[in-house]
C-alpha cells in the first residue's frame, strides 16, 4: 500500500531503473520507473534547479511509427498549459503547446531513419493521479482501449511495434567520461585533447631518444663474384707490392746467356 503525501491523497510507486533506461532525457535527470508501456516509459526525473517531472519516452517501435508519433503529440496538445513543462523529439513542434518545445541543437544529426524519439516533461506532485495520467497517455498512443469498429470478422487488430518495447534513444552530446552518466563539459573535452596531444609529443620524444642511442654500423664491403674485373685485379698482386715472388724477366733466362758463350768462357 502506497503511503499517502501530504494533502491526504495516495502516492505514487516508483520503481528502479533499468540498464536500457537513458540516464537523461532533454533537460531532465532520470531518477526512477514510473510506468511502463509497450508504447514507451513514464520516469521520475528532476531538473537543474531539481524541480521534478514526470518525462514519457516513446519507445523504439512507437518512435517509429508516424501514426502513433502523430497521437502522441495530439495527446500532449490536450493537455493544460501548466501541466507541460517541456518537450522534445521528432514531430513535438507543431500544435497548440509548439512553445514548450526544446530542440536539442547540441545533439549529433541523425538521419531520416533514424528520427529523435519523441519525449514530453509532465509536472509532477508526486500523487497516483499523475502517475496514473501518464499511464493514459501511453495506452492511448498503443490503441488500448479503443472500442471495436464495425463487426469483428478476421483476427485480432495488432500493432506491427508493439513487440519493440525498449526505450527509445535519447542521446548525450558531448560524451561523458566512462562510468559518468551525465554530459561531458567543454574544460573536460579540450583537457582531453591537452592530453592526447601530450601523449603524440611524448611518443615522438621517446622514438627520437631511441634512435639517437643506437650505435652506428658499417655497410658490409660488397663481396665480389668470380667473373668480376675487380675480382680478377684483386687476385693478381700489383708490382709495386713487396712480394717474393719473382717478376717474368727474373725468372726466365736471357737469351745471350743461353746462345753465345760469353768473352770470360772462350779464354
Not at 107 to 114: E, F, K, N, R, T
Not at 256 to 267: D, H, K, M
Amino acid at each position: 500500500m502506497s503511503t499517502p503525501t501530504p494533502d491526504g491523497q495516495p502516492a505514487a510507486r516508483p520503481y528502479p531503473l533499468l540498464a536500457s533506461d537513458p540516464p537523461k532525457i532533454g533537460d531532465y535527470w532520470i531518477d526512477a520507473r514510473l510506468a511502463a508501456a509497450p508504447s514507451g516509459v513514464a520516469y521520475v526525473a528532476h531538473d537543474q534547479v531539481n524541480t521534478s517531472a514526470i518525462v514519457i519516452l516513446l519507445s523504439e517501435g512507437a518512435a517509429e511509427d508516424a501514426a502513433a508519433r502523430d497521437r502522441f503529440a495530439g495527446l500532449v496538445n490536450q493537455l493544460h498549459i501548466d501541466t507541460v513543462l517541456a518537450r522534445g523529439g521528432h514531430g513535438q513542434d507543431d500544435g497548440r503547446l509548439a512553445g514548450r518545445f526544446r530542440p536539442d541543437t547540441d545533439d549529433p544529426a541523425v538521419g531520416d531513419d533514424l528520427p529523435n524519439t519523441a519525449w514530453v516533461a509532465l509536472a509532477y506532485d508526486a500523487t497516483a493521479a499523475s502517475a496514473a495520467e501518464a499511464r493514459r497517455i501511453l495506452d492511448d498512443v498503443a490503441l488500448v482501449g479503443v472500442p471495436t469498429q464495425g463487426r469483428p470478422s478476421g483476427p485480432d487488430y495488432r500493432l506491427h511495434w508493439i513487440d519493440r518495447a525498449r526505450p527509445g534513444i535519447a542521446k548525450l552530446w558531448p560524451l561523458p567520461w566512462p562510468g559518468r552518466h551525465d554530459r561531458a563539459g567543454w574544460g573536460s573535452i579540450l583537457a582531453s585533447w591537452l592530453l592526447m596531444v601530450l601523449l603524440c609529443l611524448l611518443a615522438i620524444l621517446i622514438a627520437i631518444l631511441l634512435f639517437q642511442q643506437a650505435p652506428l654500423q658499417q655497410p658490409p664491403p660488397p663481396v665480389p663474384t668470380s667473373g668480376s674485373p675487380s675480382a680478377t685485379a684483386s687476385a693478381s698482386p700489383s708490382p709495386s707490392s713487396g712480394s717474393s715472388s719473382p717478376s717474368p724477366q727474373s725468372a726466365s733466362p736471357s737469351p745471350t746467356s743461353v746462345g753465345s758463350p760469353t768473352p770470360n768462357s772462350r779464354l
